[in-house]
Structures are given as structure tokens and as C-alpha cells.
């Protein structure tokens, strides 16, 4: 591949991220991120379960069997979360710097480390896009630079500054197709008059890309299906809490969001069925194909 077949797919991302509903009316700061401290226990009871943590398993062994996890390996867990890759890496003999910007996330990961006796994770509480590699002297100082389903990886540029990141390998995991567009596209519509275009997130778009650069990554699909139940008021909080990072929560919004749960409801509880698809890719930066024009020039 070309340069001019990496500008491609990097402008072809790049648009498709600008003209997305998602990054126009995305809102920065210290609330965008409270917004994610009010998920985090949330997020950390239902990401727990066995068949999540048995996939995870799965992907570490994936992961060991290609080389990009050897023993001792130094590896960066961009956006760890409440830490369910981090303690898994780590367990693995991994040397973890788990970058998570919530504090409540970073709360949880660290009260899983004390009860699990795990010593092998230090924790930075910055943003991906607020690192400064050259500064932090984390220019190819990883063996493995990990980024599963996190808003860090969200464009070419950042997706660059993962692979600068690596001396080994770097996986990337995200939606493939809808993701969570099809739970909130509905009441997005409602509220907005607007469609959830565009998939910025899909998996496909740092594929191409990283492709186009000359690497081949391993892309694998994991395909899960789950029927959601939750109380009416917790659907409510679930719905707003998401909402908060893209507009004002006025009370005219609050109670647009309690019409749509109720028409939802079955005794007190909103029902829907959930389906996703999760795309894995794994490379190593070392392992590039030449350009076959070269040849010929």
C-alpha cells in the first residue's frame, strides 16, 4: 500500500467522525467525565459476569499464543476502566500501566487489586489524548499497548499514537456495525429528529487504515445476543446518564426519557433485546509488508 491509500482511509475515517451526531454534540470537561463516574459501578457489575470474563480469558490466551504477551511483557491499558483487563494482564505476569481518566473507575480498580493481592498495575488518570509520548518517554515503551471498546482510540491520529506507543504489539477492540447505536438510536431520533449515522466507532475504520499502512492485523468477531432488564427508574438513570455527555438535561428531556421507558415497560421493568457484534484486531508494528510499486520504481 501507498501513502496516498493510507491518506485515504485516514481522510475517509476523519469525515466520517466529523459528520457523526456523536462528535457534534459531544461535550468536553470535567462533565463529560462525570459522566462516566456515574456509570462505573454500573459498568463494573455487569462487565463481571462469567461469559464476559471467560471471553476475556480466551482473548489473553489469544493474545499469549501470538507472541504479544510474553512473560514480564510492559503493556499499556488504554482506557482500563475498572480494571477488568488490567487484573487479567497483570495475573498473566504482565507489568500494567493501567491510563484511566475517571476517578471513580480507577476507585474500583484499585479496591479489586488490594482483594486480589495484585501488585503488578500502577495507574495514570489522564485522558489518551492528554499523554504526551515523547514528554512521558512512552515512545515504543511498551510490549503491548491494549485498547478495549474505549472513546480513547477515536480517530487516526490517536490510533497512530497507540502503534508509536508500541515496541511489540497493539490490540484494538470496538463495535462492529450498530454497537450501541441501535439500544439509543430510537430515543436519539426522538429527541433530536435526528439518525445516528456514520459508525465513527466501527472496527472497520482502524482496520483499513492499519491495513493501508502495510501491517495485517488478526481480525476476529465475537457475536453476543442478551435480553436487557432493568427497574423503570434504573432504565430512566441508565438513559440520561448516556445522554448527559451530549446535551443539557432539562426537565422538558427527563421526562421525554420517562415516556420512552414507560411505553417500554412490562410490570414496572423496561425490555429490549440487545445484539452486538465486537471486532478484536491484533499486529505486530514490527511485521509490515512492503509495498509491491516499489519494486518498480
Known amino acids: 500500500m501507498t501513502d ?19 462528535r457534534r454534540r459531544r461535550k468536553g470537561g470535567a462533565g463529560a467525565m462525570g459522566r462516566w463516574d456515574k456509570m462505573a459501578a454500573d459498568f463494573a457489575q455487569r462487565t463481571a459476569d462469567p461469559t464476559a470474563a471467560e471471553k476475556r480469558r480466551r482473548t489473553v490466551a489469544w493474545m499469549k499464543d501470538r ?16 480494571g477488568n483487563w488490567s487484573l487479567l494482564l497483570a495475573e498473566a505476569g504482565a507489568r ?12 474500583i480498580l484499585k479496591g479489586r487489586m488490594a482483594e486480589q493481592g495484585i501488585t503488578g498495575i500502577s495507574t495514570d488518570q489522564r485522558t489518551w489524548q492528554a499523554v504526551d509520548l515523547a514528554r512521558d518517554g512512552w515512545e515504543g515503551a511498551f510490549d503491548l499497548v491494549f485498547a478495549s471498546m474505549t472513546p480513547g482510540i477515536d ?12 515496541k511489540g504489539h497493539c490490540y484494538l477492540s470496538a463495535f462492529s456495525g450498530l454497537g450501541w447505536h441501535q439500544w439509543y438510536g430510537k430515543l436519539w431520533r426522538e429527541l433530536f429528529d435526528e439518525a445516528l449515522d456514520g459508525h465513527p466507532g466501527d472496527i472497520i475504520h482502524p482496520f483499513n487504515l492499519v491495513y493501508a499502512m502495510g501491517y495485517r492485523p488478526e481480525l476476529r468477531f465475537d457475536f453476543w445476543q442478551r435480553e436487557n ?3 423503570r427508574d434504573k432504565a430512566i438513570a441508565d438513559f440520561t446518564t448516556h445522554l448527559e455527555g451530549f446535551t443539557d438535561l432539562t426537565d422538558a428531556l427527563r421526562n421525554k426519557v420517562a415516556a420512552f421507558v414507560d411505553q417500554r415497560c412490562e410490570n414496572g421493568h423496561f425490555v429490549d433485546e440487545r445484539r452486538a457484534c465486537q471486532g478484536m484486531m491484533l499486529w505486530s508494528v514490527n511485521q509490515k509488508i512492503q ?7
Open 67 to 82: 507472541v504479544a504477551l510474553p512473560d514480564g511483557a510492559r503493556v499499556l491499558d488504554i482506557g482500563a476502566g475498572p
Open 155 to 166: 480517530g487516526p491520529a490517536n490510533l497512530r499514537k497507540m502503534m508509536a506507543a508500541s
Open 96 to 107: 500494567v500501566t493501567a491510563l484511566e481518566p475517571s476517578g471513580a473507575m480507577v476507585d
Open 291 to 297: 509495498d509491491p510499486t516499489e519494486d518498480l520504481q
Open 229 to 231: 432488564r432493568m427497574p
Open 4 to 22: 496516498e491509500h493510507c491518506h485515504f482511509w485516514e481522510e475517509r475515517w476523519q469525515s466520517i467522525i466529523d459528520a457523526s451526531p456523536l
